[in-house]
T-cell receptor, first 111, second 110 residues
Framework: QKEVEQDPGPLSVPEGAIVSLNCTYS??????FMWYRQYSRKGPELLMY??SSGNKEDGRFTAQVDKSSKYISLFIRDSQPSDSATYLC???????????WGAGTKLIIKP | DVKVTQSSRYLVKRTGEKVFLECVQDMDHENMFWYRQDPGLGLRLIYF???????EKGDIPEGYSVSREKKERFSLILESASTNQTSMYLC?????????FGPGTRLTVT
């Protein structure tokens, strides 16, 4: 079993929909949780960075961490075609530790 | 803005060739990383470096080596390229948890 599980998709939704992307993990020591966005033929870029449990909001994006269930989510409101990309979750025990990555979910927003 | 650059976007090499992938960052970060990315497998860590001349093996170091002679530059070397090393190679540098990535090098070994 992988330490971090992420459904590879693709997930296809109409423009304007609310998107929910998720990762589950097995290591209860993880405390730092990140979401990266990767456009085709580009490197990943950091979208959201949260520490421990709770929610964090940035514009149309909300990151949610539920440590009791070992489950993290990224919500995208009012989705746009420009949100079409692969979304990767990553997590670590400490900010100086290696990141453990999910496989990435390919998201397609249809106009 | 942090900038991480990689020497080539696309590279085609023959089996058995020695391949050099170069990565340069301009933010004086101490930590640098090399990953490969394959469909369905996500990012897998090949090597990382905490400082100049220091290197640590990641999860899949076999067939690879690295060099870090200067703080801003981290090189990945494929000693004798094989077809199973065809992949997207991503370099990253790190400041306080967040990793900044280069655009990637898509390497094809024929």
């Amino acid at each position: 079993q992988k330490e971090v599980e992420q459904d590879p998709g693709p997930l296809s939704v109409p423009e304007g929909a609310i998107v929910s992307l998720n990762c589950t993990y097995s290591n209860s020591a993880f405390q730092y949780f990140m979401w990266y966005r990767q456009y085709s033929r580009k490197g990943p870029e950091l979208l959201m960075y949260t520490y421990s449990s709770g929610n964090k909001e940035d514009g149309r994006f909300t990151a949610q961490v539920d440590k009791s269930s070992k489950y993290i989510s990224l919500f995208i409101r009012d989705s746009q075609p420009s949100d079409s990309a692969t979304y990767l979750c990553a997590m670590s025990q400490d900010s100086n530790y290696q990141l453990i990555w999910g496989a990435g979910t390919k998201l397609i927003i249809k106009p | 803005d942090v900038k991480v650059t990689q020497s080539s976007r696309y590279l085609v090499k023959r089996t058995g060739e020695k391949v050099f992938l170069e990565c340069v960052q301009d933010m004086d970060h101490e930590n640098m990383f090399w990953y490969r990315q394959d469909p369905g497998l996500g990012l897998r860590l090949i090597y990382f470096s905490y400082d100049v001349k220091m290197k640590e093996k990641g999860d899949i170091p076999e067939g690879y080596s690295v060099s870090r002679e200067k703080k801003e530059r981290f090189s990945l070397i494929l000693e004798s390229a094989s077809t199973n090393q065809t992949s997207m190679y991503l370099c990253a540098s790190r400041l306080s948890g967040e990793q900044y990535f280069g655009p990637g090098t898509r390497l094809t070994v024929t």
